[in-house]
């Protein structure tokens, strides 16, 4: 059964200070990995999609990792803002499943003054 | 990026009633739609998958009939959540994909709708 884990649940830092989230998945045929921001009460946005052969991909203050061999990602926030509070999912596709989504249950992020 | 909207953002219906939830790509193709539903401090759960034009495929455990799923065009797939229990209450999402992108298409989603039944 396709899986995807997401550590920690649940994560509070001081604003300014850089935290790294961890996502393990079992997901085969592997097509691609994806991490989304998602705020309370709205929909996920896409922070970054990573193929097999895409060992790091950067969108400004986030820095997604992916290892396929060990199945294991991060997502690096650097210099945490209030806005970065929200939860943020890992999200692994399999190829030919008509881009069928496996979900992570996601880590809430608080970031405090 | 793309944008995909939903109307409405909030609806509260009486037990018993229909209520239609509408999700629109509003500046690209969306070949397949996704209807998902979240509960609080879970994970979205894929409800159905539509392809316009043709019928949607839905999930394990998913009823068809009460959840009528209707994708007429290319930007605009609809949710009919039919003879609405309290139990139905929850943040229903729409994603939209243009699979033409090929394997690595980006899905795109709406803001959610919440729904409540009295």
């Known amino acids: 059964k396709n899986q995807v884990e997401q550590s920690p649940q649940s994560l509070i830092i001081l604003e300014g200070k850089n935290c790294t989230l961890q996502c393990n998945y079992t997901v085969s045929p592997f097509s691609n990995l994806r991490w989304y921001k998602q705020d309370t009460g709205r929909g996920p946005v896409s922070l970054t999609i990573?193929?097999?052969?895409?060992n790091t991909k950067s969108n400004g203050r986030y820095t997604a990792t992916l290892d396929a061999d060990t199945k294991q990602s991060s997502l690096h926030i650097t210099a945490s803002q209030l806005s970065d509070s929200a939860s943020y999912i890992c999200?692994?596709?399999?190829?030919?499943?008509?881009?069928?989504?496996?979900f992570g249950t996601g880590t809430q992020l608080k970031v405090e003054l | 990026g793309a944008v995909v909207s939903q109307h409405p953002s909030r609806v509260i219906c009486k037990s018993g009633t229909s209520v239609k939830i509408e999700c629109r790509s509003l500046d690209f193709q969306a070949t397949t739609m996704f209807w998902y539903r979240q509960f609080p401090k879970q994970s979205l759960m894929l409800m159905a998958t539509s392809n316009e034009g043709s019928k949607a495929t839905y999930e394990q455990g998913v009823e068809k009939d009460k959840f009528l799923i209707n994708h007429a065009s290319l930007t605009l797939s609809t949710l009919t959540v039919t003879s609405a229990h309290p139990e139905d209450s929850s943040f229903y999402i729409c994603?939209?994909?243009?699979?033409?992108?090929?394997?690595?298409?980006?899905?795109?989603f709406g803001p959610g709708t919440r729904l409540t039944v009295t």
């Open positions: 990573m193929t097999f052969s895409e």
């Open positions: 994603s939209a994909s243009d699979i033409r992108q090929g394997e690595s298409y980006e899905q795109y």
């Open positions: 999200v692994v596709s399999s190829l030919g499943g008509g881009n069928k989504l496996t």
